[in-house]
């Protein structure tokens, strides 16, 4: 009895360890939750997975279970253990050119065991925490050879589209193509011209009934309706074949050489490890659009990515399915289902292996020039002209063009080798590469650098610069970002040499702007970074002088950027400020706009947006647009108002602009941007009845309509994802946003063009002090901005 009842001293020494501070609460234990946006996004990534995963396999001449053993490998082991938590990995089209050499030179069993080989590579590349130095492969590479891979794969399933059979080489399937043409089989191009259509139609469908039918993936509809037709038809066409899984091939031992099945490790490692890390760090971009996801999910460990590769490798090889590897459009598909977790991905591979336990009779309907269509146009969408677009403005097309023919003639590894060695030329060639230029105006002598200035420009620049006659002014500009030791000194000492014999010396960055100025100037000194910033300048204490191994034009060039406008704090000194800006622009800005302005001029501007904003002196629609010359057509007045048509307004300046923006220019979207702290709303609210009838009050009428719209009880207000507005005021101007997009629809011009279905209209929200945008959301009745990040959209084939 007496061990049952506690004594005095242990009811005390309960009492202290309940009292003191540090001591933690017990924790409950946690248990597993399936958040419900997980579960419809696992879903969505699903229905894109299940016939892209076969479609693959086919084009790689792997068995079908292949495709379908990777993908849920890749949801289940890779979503586990990898670092990105929202990217899908499963069998990729980018791996499809290499595991069909595979196969045709080592087998099918071999190729697991490759498989394996490189998913243990990954391990250790992941032990060493090398994932970063992936990232180190130029853009151009890894999109020339993702755009070569994509070439040899719609060529060869071209041949299955047409009814025939794909060669393993792709100048063997170019050769062939005659002959194929010329032996067409009717069935097979009927049920992929019918997919290729689905493919293309479904996602145009426009109206609401459109965004209802394109929760239901493209792919899925494609396959499923060339099915559904083949059968129903009772058309005879090559089908899916699904061996029981009973007699399904594993991993072998490998056989072949051993310099072969090393290169052929090395390859399936090289381009699983690329693609992943690469996807996820375009996952990050996506989720870094989401806040309210990106405190939740974090950014990508790409190490532990690795990771999670490799062990989907070694698990998908030795069960017999194909290399995975992170997929884009899968990734992207998840995150903007919503998914919050790791979870969904997860999920999406338990439903593969259930439609590959219970679906097989369904399965086997599946035509295979549906499937072989659907690959096709993934390997034509790799081609990607936007890619194409960003290394030419980059000035690397040489890269990619190389790398692309690389891979299509000789093979993935050769291509990307031969990629790397031209990327490496073409640096070291612009490093190498420095224009010196001498001329002489109205007695001053004027040497300009472009280029990067090495040792191996110093012979040229000493050449050049003792041409200078003594007692001669001299200009030097500097146009590059590196200046080496023994340039520096050349011109140092030249520079001392020229000044002691009489002459004048002055250095200048590639604006144009002294690189060292006297330490009494009061110019504006303020970092060259700063072309929107409205500055406060402040004279520098003292000189700043050119120094080796930096850029010219950094801390001490003093430049006047175009468009700034520095407030002096005295009225009589706007007219000067206002003089310099523009002599700035024409010093500056003026000559590398010119060649642009000058086609502009000559073909006349083609501007695909209207964009109607308020008058404020903050926004500066170019600079949030990320917009120049030509791109936008815009409107600007107090509080980004649109006056009904046919009302009086004293003013028909918006109107003509609308029409005009519509029916001449052919403008195809219209976008009405607020903004926070606007003072045309703020006086809205405050104005009082009566009084006399200003011209700013007169025109404040047409925002009549979006105060009346606030104050409407059977509305809901207009809204922020994840925040509510700050006050009455900012939720005024995101609620003009919205009514002056039903004014514009009331125009005839407006209706027209969207009956069409050649204009679109959006709202758009400038939150000054965050310097963050918010875009309405699509919708009929949608009244919530959502938060725009620095996202960009996967643009990566599957």
């Known amino acids: ?108 069993r071999t190729t697991c065991a490759i498989t394996v080989l490189a998913g243990i590579t990954q391990l250790g590349l ?41 060669q393993s080489a792709v100048l063997d399937n170019v050769r062939a193509l005659p002959d194929q043409l010329a032996n067409v089989d009717p069935a097979a191009v009927s049920m992929s011209a019918l997919t290729l259509l689905l493919l293309l139609a479904w996602p145009r469908i426009p109206g609401r009934v459109g965004r209802l039918l394109r929760k239901v993936p493209a792919a899925l509809v494609a396959v499923a309706g060339a099915t559904a037709t083949a059968s129903l038809a009772g058309l005879t066409l090559p089908k899916a074949e699904l061996p029981s899984w009973s007699s399904h091939a594993l991993a072998g031992l490998p056989e072949g050489p051993m310099l072969g099945i090393v290169a052929a490790v090395l390859t399936v490692t090289l381009v699983c490890s690329v693609q992943s890390l690469l996807g996820a760090v375009a996952v990050d971009k996506l989720v870094a659009g989401r806040p309210e996801l990106q405190a939740r999910v974090g950014r990508s460990d790409l190490d532990r990515e690795l990771l999670g590769q490799g062990a989907a490798n070694i698990v998908s090889g030795a069960l017999g399915g194909l290399p995975v ?47 072989a269509a659907l690959v096709m146009a993934v390997g034509i969408q790799m081609v990607s002209l936007h890619h194409i677009r960003t290394v030419t403005r980059h000035r690397e097309v040489l890269v990619y063009a190389v790398t692309t023919l690389g891979v299509v003639v000789l093979g993935v590894l050769e291509g990307v080798v031969l990629g790397v060695s031209v990327a490496v030329g073409v640096a070291l060639h612009r490093l190498a590469r420095t224009r010196i230029t001498h001329e002489e105006r109205e007695g001053v002598h004027y040497v300009r650098v472009r280029g990067q200035l090495t040792f191996l420009a110093v012979p040229r620049l000493s050449r050049t610069l003792h041409q200078m006659p003594r007692g001669s002014s001299a200009v030097v500009e500097l146009d590059g970002s590196f200046m080496d030791h023994a340039a520096f000194e050349a011109l140092h000492d030249w520079q001392n040499a020229h000044s002691a014999q009489g002459g004048t010396v002055e250095l200048t960055g590639r ?31 003292s000189p700043q002088s050119v120094s080796p191994g930096t850029p010219p034009g950094e801390p001490g060039e003093a430049t ?75 409107v600007r007045n107090v509080g980004n108002l649109v006056p009904l048509p046919g009302e009086e307004s004293g003013d028909d300046s918006v109107a003509a602009a609308i029409e005009y923006a519509v029916d001449v220019l052919k403008v195809r979207s219209i976008t009405v941007c607020g903004h926070s702290g606007c003072g045309a709303m703020q006086a809205l609210m405050n104005a009082e009845p009566g009084g006399a009838m200003t011209p700013l009050k007169r025109w404040l009428r047409h925002g009549l309509p979006s105060l009346e719209r606030m104050a409407a009880k059977d509305r809901p207000w207009a809204r922020l994802a994840g925040r509510a507005p700050a006050d009455a005021v900012e939720q005024l101007c995101l609620t003009n946003v919205v009514q002056q997009l039903e004014h514009l629809r009331a125009y ?13 209209l959006h709202g758009m929200y400038f939150h000054v002090g965050e310097a963050q945008a918010y875009l309405l959301a699509d919708g009929e009745g949608a009244e919530l901005f959502d938060h725009v990040g620095a996202a960009e959209d996967l643009r990566h084939p599957a």
């Open 1 to 108: 009895m007496s061990a049952c009842v506690p004594t005095r001293a242990a009811d005390s020494t309960r009492q202290k360890r309940i009292h003191q501070p540090h001591s933690p609460p017990p924790t409950p234990p946690r248990r597993f939750r399936i958040a419900g946006a997980d579960l419809s996004a696992s879903i969505a990534v699903f229905l894109i997975a299940l016939p892209l995963s076969l479609g693959i396999a086919l084009a790689t001449g792997a068995p079908l279970q292949a495709g379908l053993v990777a993908a849920a490998v890749g949801g289940l082991v890779a979503g586990r253990l990898g670092g990105s938590p929202l990217q899908v990995s499963g069998p990729a089209a980018g791996l499809t050119v290499v595991t069909a050499d595979l196969i045709h030179l080592y087998g099918w």
């Open 126 to 166: 992941s032990y060493l925490r090398v994932a970063r130095t992936a990232l180190a492969v130029s853009p151009a590479i890894v999109h020339g050879m993702l755009a070569g891979i994509g070439v040899t794969i719609a060529v060869a399933q071209l041949h299955i589209v047409l009814g025939g059979t794909p």
């Open 325 to 371: 590897a992170g997929v884009a459009v899968r990734s992207s598909a998840n995150v903007q289902a919503g998914a919050v977790s790791r979870n969904s991905t997860m999920l999406h591979g338990v439903f593969v292996v259930v439609a590959a336990l219970l679906m097989v009779p369904i399965l086997e309907l599946i035509p295979l020039a549906s499937l």
């Open 511 to 541: 604006a144009g702007a002294r690189i060292a100025e006297p330490a009494g100037s009061a110019h504006c000194r303020c970092r060259p970074w700063t072309p929107w910033r409205n500055h406060h300048c402040e004279p520098s204490a």
């Open 560 to 634: 006047a950027s175009s468009g700034r406008l520095a407030r002096d704090g005295e009225r009589g000194e706007s007219g000067h400020q206002l003089a310099r800006g523009i002599s700035a622009f024409q010093r500056n800005t003026a000559p590398l706009v010119r060649g642009e302005l000058a086609r502009l001029a000559r073909e006349g501007q083609r501007p695909s947006q209207l964009f109607l904003t308020c008058a404020d002196s903050r926004l500066v629609t170019s600079m949030i647009t990320s917009s120049g010359p030509g791109d936008l057509f815009v």
């Open 748 to 760: 005839e011009s407006v209706a027209r063009a969207l009956r069409e279905g050649v204009l679109e």
